[in-house]
């Protein structure tokens, strides 16, 4: 299993950024995929999830109404499409997902909301 994250980058406040998620090595159209993120001296969080077949989504409070999660199963590929960004989105953001009892992780992308 294999989860590469691109997409971050440095960007102003009430700007835009999209993340990509390239996965491999499973069957990727049968597991959710999450983003979560994690600031600097704080604990990670999950940002959003989306079902298999992208049918479901959620978010975390901070992040609804800006934020969206997507995929593409044909592409292997999961998005976050992150608008109106905030400097407290600052943060790594990771992919993930869960095959049994096992946690997947990319290395993560940096995020960088400043002016």
């Known amino acids: 299993v294999q989860l590469v994250e691109s997409g971050g980058g440095l960007v102003q406040p009430g700007g835009s950024l999209r993340l990509s998620c390239a996965a491999s090595?499973?069957?990727?159209?049968?597991?959710?995929m999450r983003w979560y993120r994690q600031a600097p001296g704080k604990v990670r969080e999950l940002v959003a999830y989306i079902a298999g077949t992208g049918s479901i989504t959620n978010y975390a409070d901070s992040v609804k109404g800006r934020f969206t999660i997507s995929r593409d199963n044909a592409k292997n590929m999961v998005y976050l499409q992150m608008n109106s960004l905030k400097p407290e989105d600052t943060a790594v953001c990771y992919c993930?997902?869960?095959?049994?009892?096992?946690?997947?992780w990319g290395k993560g992308t940096l995020v960088t909301v400043s002016s």
């Open positions: 090595g499973f069957t990727f159209s049968s597991y959710t």
């Open positions: 993930h997902t869960r095959i049994g009892e096992v946690d997947y």
